[in-house]
């Protein structure tokens, strides 16, 4: 007995002095372990009688249990003590100024067309999107332009085989929504979009270049509608200042055709070499849909009514920036791209 309360003395006397976890480790193996002072004091019992052995055990297993209760205390107190000066080493002063983390900036043309988006939405519209690869019945044949029809070499087409091609425009996103409303209106939509034309790229050409058409369906509607619009859209791209001018064109998919100009924001119509010294600036095409497209795309021509205007965001985009050569938008040279910094 005298043993075993010695082995816990010195023990409990180590344990309370131990500094690290490494050592406190180490004395729980040897206090506690099979070649400990403890097992060989248990060696013995051998020797005593029944009573003597049931007295020793108790005693004995009381020292263990308030060895391991002294170990497992002594442990948090070390650990603690391990993590504050842990804490203490790697403190962070957050009042300091943090790390500038480079930003991109949002692309011009995405800029653009987010404005038409968020634009066209407030005034009813909904987004309509469809496949860049296109059949030539959406592409062409609906949008009357059947095979052999000259007003094809106006679009330079980029085929995939004889029926399949790259859309020239985004119309056909158009004559699918047309098709899917079976006859009944009112539609109103915008088709933003990557469009594809075999030009040769220059200045203010890419064979790659972007729209955003629109279409509005309905009954009663009439050119007061679609210049209205023209003249709201005009305004809030390019300032309250500016005003429009319908001249007489020809789109196949519209009847009638006009050409819109909007009044240079330069000289403020007055005449300069950016608008050629006339004070206008072409800016898209537009008109009435053509009752033959209305009627191939499940419409009565005599109860509906439409018109139809096609954006170039290129074009919006040089005119609002002063952006002078379209390769810029496909550059992906950063000296221009970063001056279209983030406003958040």
Same mark, same amino acid.
């Given at each position: 007995?005298?043993?075993?309360?010695?082995?816990?003395?010195?023990?409990?006397?180590?344990?309370?002095?131990?500094?690290?976890?490494?050592?406190?480790?180490?004395?729980?193996?040897?206090?506690?372990?099979?070649?400990?002072?403890?097992?060989?004091?248990?060696?013995?019992?051998?020797?005593?009688?029944?009573?003597?052995?049931?007295?020793?055990?108790?005693?004995?297993?009381?020292?263990?249990?308030?060895?391991?209760?002294?170990?497992?205390?002594?442990?948090?107190?070390?650990?603690?003590?391990?993590?504050?000066?842990?804490?203490?080493?790697?403190?962070?002063?957050?009042?300091?100024?943090?790390?500038?983390?480079?930003?991109?900036?949002?692309?011009?043309?995405?800029?653009?067309?987010? #404005?038409?988006?968020?634009?066209?939405?407030?005034?009813? !519209?909904?987004?309509?999107?469809? /496949?860049? %690869? &296109?059949? *030539?019945?959406?592409?062409?044949?609906?949008?009357?332009?059947?095979?052999?029809?000259?007003?094809?070499?106006?679009?330079?087409?980029?085929?995939?085989?004889?029926?399949?091609?790259?859309?020239?425009?985004?119309?056909?996103?158009?004559?699918?929504?047309?098709?899917?409303?079976?006859?009944?209106?009112?539609?109103?939509?915008?088709?933003?979009?990557?469009?594809?034309?075999?030009?040769?790229?220059?200045?203010?050409?890419?064979?790659?270049?972007?729209?955003?058409?629109?279409?509005?369906?309905?009954?009663?509607?009439?050119?007061?509608?679609?210049?209205?619009?023209?003249?709201?859209?005009?305004?809030?791209?390019?300032? #309250?200042?500016?005003?429009?001018?319908?001249?007489?064109? !020809?789109?196949?998919?519209?009847? /009638?055709? %006009? &050409?819109? *100009?909007?009044?240079?924001?330069?000289?403020?119509?007055?005449?300069?070499?950016?608008?050629?010294?006339?004070?206008?600036?072409?800016?898209?095409?537009?008109?009435?849909?053509?009752?033959?497209?209305?009627?191939?795309?499940?419409?009565?021509?005599?109860?509906?009514?439409?018109?139809?205007?096609?954006?170039?965001?290129?074009?919006?985009?040089?005119?609002?920036?002063?952006?002078?050569?379209?390769?810029?938008?496909?550059?992906?040279?950063?000296?221009?791209?970063?001056?279209?910094?983030?406003?958040?």
């Amino acid at each position: 007995m005298d043993e075993l309360l010695k082995i816990q003395e010195e023990a409990l006397g180590k344990i309370n002095d131990c500094q690290s976890l490494k050592d406190l480790n180490d004395l729980r193996v040897f206090y506690l372990g099979k070649k400990g002072p403890m097992q060989a004091a248990m060696k013995s019992m051998k020797d005593m009688t029944k009573e003597e052995r049931a007295a020793f055990g108790q005693v004995s297993n009381k020292v263990k249990q308030d060895l391991t209760a002294a170990i497992e205390e002594k442990k948090q107190v070390l650990e603690e003590a391990e993590m504050n000066e842990k804490l203490k080493h790697e403190r962070i002063d957050i009042t300091l100024p943090s790390y500038a983390l480079p930003l991109g900036s949002v692309h011009p043309l995405s800029m653009v067309r987010e #404005e038409l988006e968020d634009l066209f939405i407030g005034m009813g !519209y909904s987004v309509a999107e469809g /496949p860049e %690869v &296109e059949s *030539d019945h959406f592409n062409f044949e609906l949008m009357n332009l059947p095979k052999g029809h000259p007003a094809r070499d106006m679009q330079d087409t980029l085929y995939i085989d004889e029926n399949t091609l790259m859309r020239t425009h985004t119309s056909p996103v158009q004559a699918r929504t047309m098709l899917e409303a079976n006859g009944q209106g009112p539609i109103k939509i915008i088709c933003p979009g990557k469009t594809y034309r075999r030009d040769d790229d220059d200045a203010t050409h890419s064979h790659q270049f972007s729209q955003c058409e629109g279409l509005v369906i309905d009954k009663n509607i009439t050119m007061a509608d679609l210049k209205g619009t023209l003249e709201l859209f005009a305004k809030k791209m390019f300032g #309250e200042k500016r005003e429009i001018r319908l001249r007489p064109s !020809y789109f196949p998919f519209t009847e /009638p055709s %006009v &050409e819109v *100009d909007i009044s240079c924001h330069n000289c403020e119509g007055k005449g300069c070499p950016m608008c050629k010294y006339t004070g206008w600036i072409e800016i898209l095409g537009a008109g009435m849909v053509n009752p033959k497209v209305l009627e191939m795309c499940g419409f009565d021509p005599e109860v509906y009514q439409g018109f139809a205007f096609g954006i170039g965001l290129e074009r919006v985009a040089m005119l609002k920036y002063g952006i002078d050569n379209i390769r810029n938008f496909y550059s992906g040279d950063l000296r221009f791209l970063n001056q279209f910094t983030r406003k958040d």
